[in-house]
């Protein structure tokens, strides 16, 4: 569902594990907030530390992909062509940083769940091989 927290959820166990000195990746796939970057992008974080109200996490090396549309529903295919993309990208990385993988993956995504919008999230999840 739309407006109900997702994304404060996620800053909030994000801030949780930076503060007992873990190194998680936040995952943004909700484009029509984009957290990491621009509307309309998807983007991933690697977070080293707890974020402030001002300036948010810290913007270091974000890895970020141009969707160009604020909703999935305009181009199913390319959402999950990027989806797909980051999700290898951001195992590859964590695969090089020990700390990163044993610290996880928050993953924020758009509160689309009815009809295609359940088959986006189930494609999230088999992406990203999401167990937990």
């Known amino acids: 569902p739309t407006d109900v927290g997702k994304s404060t959820v996620c800053r909030i166990l994000l ?7 873990r190194r998680p ?6 484009v029509g907030q984009g957290s990491i ?7 991933a974080l690697l977070v080293e530390r707890h974020a402030s109200i001002e300036e948010g996490f810290s913007q270091n090396s974000p890895l970020v992909y141009h969707y160009g549309h604020t909703t999935p529903v305009h181009n199913l295919v390319l959402y999950n062509q990027l989806v797909s993309r980051i999700a290898d990208v951001v195992r590859s990385r964590l695969a090089a940083n020990k700390k990163a993988e044993a610290s996880g993956v928050v993953i924020n ?7 295609e919008g359940y088959n986006q999230i189930k494609h999230i999840a088999q992406a990203f091989e999401v167990d937990v």
């Not at 801030?15 to 000195?21: E, S």
């Open 15 to 21: 801030n949780y594990a930076v503060r007992m000195g």
């Open 25 to 30: 990746v936040y995952v943004d796939l909700d």
């Open 37 to 43: 970057s621009v509307p309309g992008s998807l983007g």
């Open 109 to 115: 995504t758009c509160g689309w769940v009815r009809g």
